[in-house]
């Protein structure tokens, strides 16, 4: 079975300042990776996938993440945050074969002026 | 196009009532989720449609929740007798059936929270 573990329930970050939110999964399979962000008073929203090939994804709003199978990890960075960065970010990992991928707790992004 | 929508957006029931929640998936998504969202906790899910086949109910905490899908479009999740531990953040996800094997990337509507009393 699939598992997912988002480390970090809250992050709070200066604007202009780097940020890497983490995310550990758990699968005896292949997988893909997803980040998803979700503003206050929305539903979840794409910031990026791994599907295979390059370790490196780039999303959406400058995000980033890096797939390393070795650390079963699938962190997410951003060199430099915005005010509008701040809300939740879930981290969900799906097996290949399966439709019903598995989502993290979330890690709240919090950016301070 | 339009997105996912859910009906209500907010939900206030007494203890014991039953309450629905409507989800209208977007045009040609076939596959369609609920899931739970409670405070601290991430998302849960609850059930699991596609097409035509028999849903996925795995994740229904109990006898007291139920999903139906008409049509093969708009799906109500009814929770009979409410409690308050199902006071959360109701969301509803569609997707496209992804070729075998391949990845499901799914749209969220912005849920339906319910509080019960």
């Known amino acids: 079975a699939q598992s997912v573990t988002q480390l970090d329930s809250q992050v709070p970050v200066f604007e202009e300042a780097p940020v890497e939110l983490r995310c550990n999964y758990s699968s005896s399979v292949s997988v893909y990776l997803f980040w998803y962000v979700q503003y206050p008073n929305q539903g979840l929203q794409l910031l990026l996938k791994?599907?295979?090939?390059?370790?490196l994804v780039k999303g959406i709003n400058g995000f980033e993440a890096e797939f390393n199978k070795s650390q079963t990890s699938f962190h997410l960075r951003k060199p430099s945050v915005h005010i509008s960065d701040t809300a939740e970010y879930f981290c969900a990992v799906s097996e290949v074969r399966s439709y019903i991928p598995t989502f993290g707790r979330g890690t709240s992004l919090i950016v301070h002026p | 196009g339009a997105g996912v929508s859910q009906s209500p957006s907010n939900k206030v029931t007494e203890k014991g009532k039953d309450v629905e929640l409507r989800c209208d998936p977007i045009s040609g998504h076939t596959a369609l989720y609920w899931y739970r969202q409670s405070l601290g906790q991430g998302l849960e899910f609850l059930i699991y449609?596609?097409?035509?086949?028999?849903?996925?109910k795995s994740g229904l905490p109990s006898d007291r929740f139920s999903a139906e899908r008409t049509g093969g479009s708009v799906s109500t999740l009814t929770i009979q007798r409410t409690q308050q531990e199902d006071s959360a953040v109701y969301l509803c996800?569609?997707?496209?059936?992804?070729?075998?094997?391949?990845?499901?990337?799914?749209?969220f509507g912005p849920g339906t929270r319910l509080t019960v009393l």
């Open positions: 449609f596609q097409g035509n086949s028999a849903p996925d």
């Open positions: 996800a569609s997707s496209l059936v992804p070729l075998a094997g391949g990845p499901v990337e799914q749209f």
């Open positions: 791994y599907l295979s090939g390059s370790t």
